[in-house]
């Protein structure tokens, strides 16, 4: 190990992200490479696809974050000549399905709609930016309660989250109140409906720019800022395995698609925050198999809906005058159709469930021109209720050794299945989930469930636990069992059951692993607060 220690990172998610600026913060000297599958989407490495104000342009950046469902861009994402896709049906744009159907397919019929993102910045290139706090026994209960706020309020500094974010929005205040009168005697205090905090910055007119993993990043990706002389990111390099001995790291084989040459980098840590398929995927090529991994699959299953907002009932908590100013405001910035974004939030045993409520002017479907409900005049909610699924051994990727995907990596088969207490909770949610449509108007799209792996949230694969029981991958730090410099980042570390949106989380964890990694390498550690987002030593 040298004074100047080497850091790589696999992935360039939010995760992945948050691993490189909080070490390159807590540590003076350290180096960060990090190294990413997919190609660079935008000039500033990260951004939200949903800042492209170029429909054109925001089309092929989503295209080509579709690994092997990019279409006629797949061979110059160095994904091999001849990869067929037959997927049934294709996955939300800018990911693509895991199970696509041709050769070199995963194999996930009992979770058909798990997907992924392959590009810089990640599916958090792509993302809904919305980031509840974990509350109840979502959170993980060996990290105590002072320090997981901190680690908290630190994720929602590097993400830039707003807790109020339309909040001055009259026809969202409607929304809320109506389901304030369904639901509220029900909810206990803190815990009614509320607007859901999203991770971008307001802008004046009223509109929000997205965050990605470009505000994550933050000075490491500003030329002028001296601590990104530090940090280096590589597009289009797929990780292929990580290089060990004994207990330690040492580095990783990366094949850097555009010229088709594999080499092996020195490295004194190494981060894989691939996520929760992909994470496992290189653990096990590698020959790092902990008993848990890829077990312990999670997501939380979705019921959604759409509802045509009804006149009279709003008419009773806002005004013909606050919904034109509401559409004036929103035609400010066509490109990007979401406004008013509200929720209920998980809270034991009153409402085990999560529900995200999002306001637009159009649903997300054509409505023919005759139906009774087209052109409503107060617009559309689009909503949907997460519930849990409890981590248990028997969900999970079964790799294998004989067969590979489509890039050469080893080949898996997703195991999944509902449990009766689970049915049984989704059965409760989408009760509600009609109560609170018939609150606010006439449902245009009854509440359906989703097919397995719809929520985009893969959880539990790569899990923390508080002692190696062989129940967990990795240790309340993030760093994988029986290694003193292998960490893993990303969804996969939750070992819990959740019903909200991960990544906050997500980047919570990382923090503390970024924190206990940056103190094991060599050198000294920063002088100034190591708490990313504030005034640091290193200039931010
Ligand atoms: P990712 O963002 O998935 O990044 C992992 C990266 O690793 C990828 O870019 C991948 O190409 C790369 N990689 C994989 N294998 C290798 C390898 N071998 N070598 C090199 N690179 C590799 N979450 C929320 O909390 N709120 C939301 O509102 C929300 N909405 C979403 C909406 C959509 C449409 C999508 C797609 C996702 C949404 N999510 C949401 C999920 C959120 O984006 C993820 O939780 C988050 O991006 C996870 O971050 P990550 O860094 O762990 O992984």
Same mark, same amino acid.
């Given at each position: 190990m040298t004074a100047s220690p080497t850091v790589a990172i696999v992935g360039s998610g939010p995760v992945g992200s948050a691993y490189a600026r909080v070490i390159l913060e807590s540590h003076p000297t350290a180096r960060v490479v990090m190294f990413e599958a997919g190609p660079q989407l935008t000039e500033k490495p990260g951004?939200?696809?949903?800042?492209?104000?170029?429909?054109?342009?925001?089309?092929?950046?989503?295209?080509?974050?579709?690994g092997p469902q990019s279409g006629e861009h797949r061979e110059t994402l160095g994904i091999p000549e001849g990869t067929v896709v037959e997927g049934m049906f294709t996955a939300r744009e800018g990911t693509h399905l895991l199970d696509f159907g041709g050769s070199g397919s995963a194999h996930a019929p009992q979770f058909p709609a798990a997907a992924a993102?392959?590009?810089?910045?990640?599916?958090?290139?792509?993302?809904?930016?919305?980031?509840?706090?974990?509350?109840?026994?979502? /959170?993980v209960d060996f990290i105590d309660d002072a320090e997981w706020s901190r680690l908290i309020d630190d994720a929602e500094r590097l993400l830039h989250v707003q807790s109020a974010a339309f909040?001055?929005?009259?026809?969202?205040?409607? *929304?809320?109140?109506? !389901?304030?009168?369904?639901?509220?005697?029900?909810? #206990?205090?803190?815990?009614? #409906?509320?607007?859901?905090p999203v991770a971008g910055d307001p802008q004046p007119d009223g509109t929000v720019r997205w965050a990605g993993a470009d505000v994550v990043l933050g000075p490491l990706v500003e030329a002028?800022?001296?601590?990104?002389?530090?940090?280096?990111?590589?597009? !289009?390099? !797929? @990780?292929?395995? *990580?290089?060990?001995?004994?207990?330690?790291?040492?580095?990783? @084989?990366?094949?850097? !698609?555009r010229t088709r040459e594999t080499e092996t980098l020195h490295a004194d840590l190494v981060v894989v925050a691939a996520d929760a398929f992909r994470t496992p995927q290189l653990l096990w090529a590698s020959g790092v198999r902990p008993a848990a991994?890829?077990?312990?699959?999670?997501?939380?299953?979705?019921?959604?809906?759409?509802?045509?907002?009804?006149?009279? /009932?709003? /008419? /009773?908590?806002?005004?013909?005058d606050d919904l034109a100013g509401e559409l004036a405001r929103r035609a400010a910035n066509p490109v990007d159709p979401v406004a008013a974004v509200n929720r209920i939030p998980f809270s034991e045993p009153y409402h085990p469930f999560s529900l995200q409520v999002m306001y &637009?002017?159009?649903?997300?479907? #054509?409505?023919?021109?005759?139906?009774?409900?087209?052109?409503? &005049?107060?617009?559309?909610?689009?909503?949907?209720?997460?519930?849990?699924?409890r981590p248990r051994v028997?969900?999970?990727?079964?790799?294998?050794?004989s067969e590979l995907d489509y890039r050469g990596m080893p080949n898996f088969t997703i195991e999944y299945a509902l449990t009766p207490e689970e049915e049984a909770e989704i059965a409760d949610g989408t009760a509600h989930l009609r109560r609170a449509g018939e609150a606010l108007g006439e449902f245009i799209a009854d509440p359906r469930l989703m097919p397995a792996g719809s929520s985009l949230h893969y959880q539990g694969t790569t899990r923390l636990g508080s002692t190696d029981d062989g129940t967990s991958v990795a240790d309340p730090h993030s760093r994988v069992w029986g290694f003193d410099n292998l960490y893993v980042g990303g969804n996969g570390t939750i070992p819990t059951a959740t019903t909200m949106n991960p990544t906050l989380m997500s980047v919570?964890?990382?923090?503390?692993?970024a924190r206990d990694a940056a103190a094991r390498l060599p050198g000294d550690r920063a002088s100034g607060p190591s708490r990313p987002g504030e005034e640091a030593a290193t200039g931010v």
């Open positions: 951004e939200s696809v949903r800042n492209i104000a170029d429909p054109a342009e925001k089309a092929r950046a989503r295209e080509v974050s579709q993102s392959t590009n810089v910045g990640g599916m958090g290139a792509h993302w809904t930016c919305a980031t509840p706090r974990p509350t109840g026994s979502e /959170r909040a001055d929005s009259a026809v969202g205040a409607a *929304i809320r109140s109506l !389901l304030a009168e369904e639901f509220a005697s029900e909810l #206990p205090e803190g815990f009614g #409906p509320s607007t859901l002028s800022s001296p601590i990104s002389e530090r940090f280096t990111l590589r597009d !289009l390099s !797929l @990780v292929r395995s *990580i290089a060990h001995e004994g207990s330690r790291a040492t580095g990783v @084989v990366v094949e850097d !698609l991994l890829g077990r312990y699959l999670t997501e939380h299953p979705v019921v959604i809906s759409t509802v045509a907002l009804d006149a009279e /009932r709003m /008419r /009773r908590f806002s005004t013909d &637009a002017e159009q649903p997300p479907f #054509p409505l023919s021109a005759d139906h009774p409900r087209a052109g409503n &005049a107060w617009g559309y909610v689009n909503m949907g209720y997460g519930m849990r699924k028997e969900d999970g990727i079964v790799f294998s050794d919570a964890i990382a923090v503390r692993g």
